[in-house]
């Protein structure tokens, strides 16, 4: 027969001869699957868990930990790092130590708020999308193309503005912004399920579309939205930081690390006060993204790629 | 970096470059403009612009501004009573444009400030300008006022050419308020007779001067100056490592510390920093309650939060500057005490108070309104008194200040014109900003009202200095206003430049004068 | 004689899954309609194991698929014991008398629930002891009721498959539709899984559905046997006299095709061309751009000619079955 | 029959030290079509891709394969495919030895055009310049019975049918004259119809160009049909070895015999032969790395002895010369077939 | 990234996902209309946000003495048609939009599309040689990790990656300007041109270029040297993910058949790299990359305000500093709008590269 532009439906179908290799298959997943358990031992992994592990901790403890009252006031102004102040002392004589370990008690739990709040409105929307299909799904995804047409900080920053600064409206901004990532990607885990053959075969045996939802296509979806999350956190804790920067955070005299950062770029001699909140940055995203990385080869790794 | 050949003088290549001594002057300024047009013209560094661009009646050299000094007006008189004033113009003064500066241009000028009812207007509230023969213009005052040739001296009574205003849509009638269009044209054009020209004005990033050519006077100093938009940390680098002539106008206190030892700075303390508390007991119970008000003016530690803004502030005694005559001796500053604030509390009769205040969030003079505000807010706690800091955008503190619905704000204030008795005429109860705080006369003693008519009806300076001095301890009594320290507006520049002095006239450094070395 | 589309087979008193004229349409962007399955009519009987061959692409899953509800008919009707079997939307499916087993044994079984549970999810209401009712239809695969507990990836892929028939059977289904089910599996397991299937067909009387593209695996396992091609149904009958004397020149073809294992080595003999797309069906007979024996009257649709107990549709035969109406 | 490859007791390890192939030894001999059949995971492809150095990397090799009269500077001579490094491969891929896999869809670059992916090693290998390598790709796509083979040049693989692509994969790997052609289950994803076609095509290359071909496939009757001589890898381990007609029709190694029980038996005299049951082979396959000690087929083997259990068995002559099979029990066989 | 569509999927699904066949016009068409459908939808959020704006904008817009003015006042309400029901005050909106009114900044007291207009040139010239280092960084960097799967290089470049991921740009900016400023001085501090230069006249509005033109090797030399920095941050931050999004692309070439197929014709190294693996990896890595320009563009908004780069990201914090909504909205429109565009070239692009789309 002549070259006729053939359709990709022929392809998939001469693909699914292939299906016979599944055995292939079933070694790739064996390697990685080796691959895998040594992902947790990595000391990276392992480093990052104890880094978290620390910071959450340093949460926790903060009052004990810090030692001294992050927002109390001293006479000593602008003192280097030294054995009395070991991260020295801010523009108003605070401990910077003391106030990055009480920062916290702050950007972790607000990442963790906008995480739950961004993967619950996400999450359902995307659920529901995936699942009900048509013009639910068109409404939805339509919806995250908009959000999607605006970089991420600069919608958080003028939803942030236009609500007036504040904790809550930060938060409440970066749920907005947050929210269609894990809409997509739990949407497109979802249709996967959707199509699925298991899926079809519940539904023969009588299993209603509700009960369906419920034991086929939520646990299978929670992976992805876990992957994503973890990694979310660690950019919930970024943009948050980057919103109290421009000063759409918390008020003070709150020990927000990005806001530290502002008031110490306010002046380079004392790099301090700018430097260490940024490291507490650095090193909680890094850990939240290294897990989220070690998650998601752990994972399906399918599944990820919406994210990348 | 490589501040290689181009560098200083060099740059500033140019067709008429024998003209000036220099090429290009930089001043880096943190700022906000609205407008250069004189009779519109309020901030700081619209102040320093128009004031290179206009010239005035009179003016003030370096950092005195105690004796005005003759520019337009070659000389001036003063009836007894100080409600008229009359000016002689110098010949041969001319516009940018090479047309004469002539006695209509003086009147339009003064007059279209009064009838724009812009910011600045409030300034000349009061004041006419006629003119009864050529070359001479009479300015009176409803009220007897020996300020007005240091009012006649800030920019905002800067001359424009009256005809060329006409034309591009200016009037200075009655009705100026809604039909003067000029203020657009006057944004990107100068239409002054003062040394420099405007180049170009980006509100946002900076406002280019260029020497006016046509100069009548003194040759300017510089071909250029570039007054920059930047932050109070971005001019400390640059001065730390400037290359050609650079005035920066931000650094204070901490900022100035490990600057390079050639550079000049110059500062005068022309700023307070103050808290004001809302009277009207509608607006706020706790605010209103001067009880209250006593405790939180005792809780503050006015020796550490001077210490905030670096060296060259002071602890507050009395609401006006140490630059200007009339302020309060240093030994008079104000304590921390606790006891009495714990006192005053109790006798205030509000437990656990908390209250909003509100305040900018700006970087003004190199200082975080914010750290300041912190401070407060840790010093009324130890008092007992809570405070929930509300930081607002400029223009949203402005408008709410305005709106006079605010209990509790913070802000610094710097003089109208250079003349303590201006802050009388703004602070005292009735009047503007008093009237914004809820402070009517009859929410006012006695007292505290007769002092403040006897700052206003002082015949010389000597009397009315110390009228200033008994007004500012009612003040402190039972006013509205915590005042808080005095901050230094400082002029920091390289030592290739002459006459950088700060002037506490309003526009800082007068440019007119700064020349190369 | 009135000519229909399809024909149905020879009217079995027992037939209990009935479908007549079904067609399957799809709507792709830039390909236009496909109509997979364009009037095709089969009937399996309990304890009959019906074999469905054809090349890739002519529509045996879409037929299986739509035959059990999963995919929207848009023409004719599947019915069992005369009902209508219920479609697969957002009510809940009362009537599961036809239960599907799948190719992909991998992605048949949900990876996050125990093989118990989702058996169980099979199993009547009115079944007092359910997981006792799990157990024995574990055992009934071959598998041990131990493995209710396990999830499936603790299993192979024949194992699997065994685990899937057995959620197909926990509804006491009355037909099996089975969809390519040993295609994805190793050579042993296929003959385990194909001997585990008919032997289920004929103990528990249940009727079954084989589609496979391989030919012998039908043969070795159906009582009847269609074959498909581009939607139609181009031959069935009893699968020995279609396997013995094939009436049709594509099964013909399809059977020439297969390489036989003999002391001679010989080629397997190669037919003409390939499967046309879905979406631009040849005039007249389909199969006449690939067929040995294409005449000029194959530019006509060909009748449906019975011969016997079987039936095929194809010009070649036409003078056979008026011999035979005489 | 001169050999052209000879693979001595080749033996791969995937990183992690998982073994995959055991003592592998196998010939392929000019204009020879030699067939390896076996289970899924017994190390068909393995054993391809070693002969090719595409194994993932990491894996290790032990053994020898020789592939003799390979053109160097100095005349022919023979090289050791287990010691080739980086770039010395190239004297050999293509050239001596080429390959065509099981999923032609996955084996041509979706956006290369075929002409392309026909001519580019033409040009690299042969020194031909572009139209010499375009004239020589349209005799190819000619050969190997693509219509418009002009047209052909200028599409895209996805433009064709799966059938079609495995064509023009194989005209691609015969385009710089190999002498070996390695072809990895290549009807596999086909429908038998056109199973049938590729199956003549490389019969035909054969006897008209002297090609040899090592055929990897799990079917039998694919086997039967095309090779001369077949391998029966079980385990990563060679089970048995024979002429393919010996070998399918009377099967000596227990393995063998089960693998041809447990197809249809669809083969002789059609429509005849009662249907009788497949016969499966009990238990699962199980790889190299799970292999018990002994013989890995053992645990599944009907004739397992204890011995079976504790040796493995090792390659040795049985029955009409060339027949050997690895197995203690050697059991006797009477023929599959009725 | 349908290359990698494998049979794993369950089929259905692989027919659902697979980009659709149109033929190249009716896919350049639909395309279009997509955009212009989200571009309606991206003023239709900006819209939103003004409402959001507690107060009237009026009160926002207008200065003190206008709002004084009934006759302002009245014409206010009507351009924006404050009367106006809210749709038809969308209408409005949008009509404005269209014609290219964007409403008045507050800071600057200038129509927002005419400062956008001034600070573009400076963040292009910041953002497109931070964009083009990063594509050819994290391409080369992203195949070269890919080769090396799993061994030390790519550990280094993963963990490196990680950590670029991790930093804060603010943060890294003032350490960058820190370091090289404060402590090795070898720097300038910011802005983008020492200002003892007049700047060039505005040709192409890239200062270096400008100066260039206008003769002025040594101003144009200074203009790349302030610019060092900046770029540098801005790369940092979009480098990251360009390498990890080549690298996972290019690791599922690598693993491709058709990979192996070059190995196996005997193609070299290089060649199978470069014309094979590159080929195929490229592809989702043209489509990433327009979503990389828009977080590069997002990095700007504090990146600039440290280097004190007068673009559109100093206007933008500026703007939301001093909550100046119309300023902010406009740089949100307008970013919105680059980056639907942007989205658009590469999607036409991709197009034009993959023949499964343009021959379909
Ligand atoms: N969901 C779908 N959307 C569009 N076309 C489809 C869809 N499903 C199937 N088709 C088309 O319908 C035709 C028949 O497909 P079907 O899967 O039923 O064939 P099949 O005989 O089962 O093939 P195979 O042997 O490969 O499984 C094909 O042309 C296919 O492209
Ligand atoms: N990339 C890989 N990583 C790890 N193990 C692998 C990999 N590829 C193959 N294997 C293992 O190597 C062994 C042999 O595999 P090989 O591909 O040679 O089998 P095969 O005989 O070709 O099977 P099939 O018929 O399914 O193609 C299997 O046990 C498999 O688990
Ligand atoms: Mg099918
Ligand atoms: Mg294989
Ligand atoms: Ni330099």
Known sequence: MSIEPRTDDVVAHTDDRVDRALGRRRWVRRLRLSQVHSTWRQPSVVLAMVLLAAWVLAALLAPVIAGQDPIAQSGDLYMPPSGAHWFGTDELGRDVFARVVHGARLSLPLAVIIVACALAIGGLLGLLAGYLGRGFDEAIMRVTDLVFAFPQIILAMAVAAAFGPSTQNAVIALVIVSWPVYARVIRSAVLSIRSSDFLAASRLLGVGPWRALRKDVLPNSVGPAVVLATLELGNAVLMLAALSFLGLGPRPPAPEWGAMIAAGSKDLSIWWVSVFPGLAILTVVLAFNVIGDALRDRLDPRYAKGLS | GGSGSGGGAGGGDSDDGGATQGGTLTVSTSFVVNSLDPGQVYEATGALAVHAMYDTLVTFEGSDVTTPVPLLAESWEVNDDATEFTFTLTDGAVFSDGSPVTAEDVVFSINRLHNLQGSPAVTVEGLAASSPSEGVVVVTSEQSNPSVPTILAMPAAGILNAEATEAEGGTAAEDAASVDAATDFLNGASLGSGPYMLDSFDPASEIVLTANPEYWGETPGYQRIVISNVEAETQKLTMQRAEGDQIALDLSGRLLEDLPESVQVSASQDTFYFLTLHQDPAVSEITSNPDFVRALRASIDYDGLAALFGEDALPAAGMVPTAFPGALPEVEAQQQDLDAAADHLEASGITDPTVELMYPAITYRGVDLGTIATKIQFDAEQAGIEIVLDPQPIASFLEAQTAGEVPFRFSPQSLNYPVAASLVNNFAPGQASAERTGWTEDRASEEIIAAGEAVQSAPDSESQISAIQDWQHLLNEESPYVTLAYNSGVVAATETIANAEYSPAGWQVDLRAVAPQ | MVMRKGYSMSAQAQAALEVTDLEVTFRSRGRGTVHAVDGVSLSVARGEVVGLVGESGCGKSSFARAVVGLERVSGGSVRLDGREVQPVGWRVRSDVRVQMVFQNPYSSLNPRRTIGSQIRDGVPPDVTDPEADVADLLERVGLGAEAATRYPHQFSGGQRQRVAIARALAPRPEILIADEPVTALDASAQAQIVTLLTSLVRDLDVGMLFISHDLALVRQIADRTAVMYLGRIVEDGATDAVWGDPAHPYTHALIDAIPRISAQASLPETLAGEVPDAAHVPTGCRFRPRCASAMDICAEEPPVVRLGDRHTACWLHIETKEKQDV | ?338 | ?360
Not at chain 4, 57 to 78: D, E, F, I, N
Not at chain 4, 111 to 140: C, I, N, P, Y
Not at chain 4, 297 to 325: D, K, N, Q, W
Not at chain 5, 310 to 333: E, H, K, T, W
């Open chain 5, 1 to 360: 990234m349908s290359t990698a569509t494998t049979s794993t999927v369950s089929r259905s699904a692989a027919r659902r996902l697979r980009v659709g066949g149109y033929a190249l016009g009716a896919y350049l068409l639909r395309r279009l209309v997509i955009t212009a459908v989200l571009l309606l939808g991206v003023t239709a959020v900006t819209f939103l946000l003004v409402q959001l704006v507690p107060g009237d904008s009026m009160t926002a817009t207008l200065s003190e003495a206008a709002l004084q003015d009934p006759e302002i006042v009245a014409a206010y309400r009507e351009r924006w048609g404050l009367d106006e029901p809210l749709h038809m005050q969308y209408l409005l909106y949008l009509q404005n939009v269209l014609s290219g009114d964007l409403g008045v900044s507050q800071q600057t007291g200038r129509p927002v599309l005419g400062d956008l207009m001034t600070y573009v040139p400076a963040t292009l010239e910041i953002a497109v040689p931070a964009m083009l280092l990063s594509l050819l960084i994290g391409v080369a960097v992203g195949l070269y990790a890919a080769v090396r799967h799993g061994r030390a290089g790519d550990q280094v470049v993963r963990a490196g990656t990680l950590l670029g991921l991790s930093t804060p740009p603010f943060w890294l900016s003032l350490v960058v300007l820190y370091v090289f400023f404060f402590v090795l001085g070898v720097s300038p501090s910011g802005g983008r041109l020492s200002t003892y230069w007049v700047p060039p006249e505005q040709v192409t509005g890239v200062m270096s270029l400008d100066a260039l033109l206008a003769g002025e090797p040594a101003m144009a030399w200074d203009a790349v040297q302030h610019a060092v920095l900046p770029v540098l941050v801005l790369t940092v931050l979009t480098v990251a993910t360009l390498v990890r999004f080549v690298r996972s692309a290019m690791l599922e070439v690598l693993d491709q058949d058709y990979i192996r197929a070059a190995r196996a014709k005997g193609l070299p190294g290089r060649t199978v790299l470069l014309s094979h693996v590159l080929r195929a990896g490229l592809v989702p890595v043209i489509t990433v990359s327009g979503l990389a320009f828009a977080a590069l563009l997002s990095g700007t908004v504090l990146v600039e305000q440290i280097f004190s780069w007068p673009g559109v990201g100093q206007y933008a914090y500026r703007a939301a500093a001093a909550l100046d909504m119309p300023a902010i909205l406009g740089v949100s429109l307008f970013v919105a709008v680059v980056y639907t565009v942007v989205n658009l070239i590469v999607d036409l692009l991709y197009g034009l590269i993959d023949p499964r789309i343009r021959l379909s």
């Open chain 4, 1 to 338: 029959m001169t050999a052209l490859l000879e693979v001595e007791n080749l033996g791969v390890h995937l990183p992690g030290d998982m073994p995959v192939i055991h003592d592998a030894t196998l010939r392929v001999d000019e204009g020879e079509v030699v067939g390896v059949a076996g289970e899924s995971g017994s190390g068909k492809s393995m054993t391809a891709s070693a002969l090719l150095g595409l194994l993932p990397p990491g894996a290790r090799t032990s053994g020898a394969a020789r592939l003799h009269g390979v053109p160097g500077p100095g005349g022919t001579s023979t090289v050791d495919l287990l010691g080739l490094r980086g770039a010395e491969w190239n004297r050999v891929r293509g050239t001596e030895i080429a390959m065509v896999f099981q999923d032609a869809t996955a084996s041509l670059h979706p956006m290369l055009s075929v002409g392309r992916q026909l001519t580019e090693h033409m040009r690299v290998h042969l020194g031909m310049d572009k139209s010499a390598a375009r004239r020589r790709a349209v005799e190819l796509l000619d050969r190997v019975r693509i219509p418009d083979p002009d047209r052909a040049l200028r599409a895209y693989p996805h433009q064709f049918s799966g059938g079609m692509r495995q064509r023009v994969a194989i005209a691609s790997a015969l385009a710089c004259h190999p002498r070996l052609l390695i072809a990895d289950e290549p009807t596999t994803a086909l429908d038998v119809t056109v199973q049938a076609g590729i199956l003549r095509l490389l019969d035909e290359l054969r006897t008209e160009t002297g090609l040899s071909v090592l055929f990897v496939t799990h079917d039998l009757g694919v086997l039967a049909s095309l090779t001369a001589r077949s391998y029966v890898f079980y385990a990563g381990r060679v089970m048995e070895t024979a002429a393919t007609p010996e070998l399918v029709t009377r099967p000596r190694h227990p393995y063998t015999a089960a693998l041809l029980r447990a197809r249809p038996h669809a083969d002789e005299s059609w429509g005849q032969g009662a249907r009788q049951p497949l016969q499966s082979i009990p238990g699962s396959p199980v790889t190299p790395a799970t292999a018990p000690p002994g013989c890995p087929f053992a645990p599944r083997c009907t004739h397992a002895i204890e011995e079976c259990t504790t040796a493995v068995p090792t390659l040795s002559a049985a029955g009409p010369p060339g027949h050997e099979l690895a197995c203690v029990v050697r059991p006797d066989l009477t023929e599959v077939r009725a």
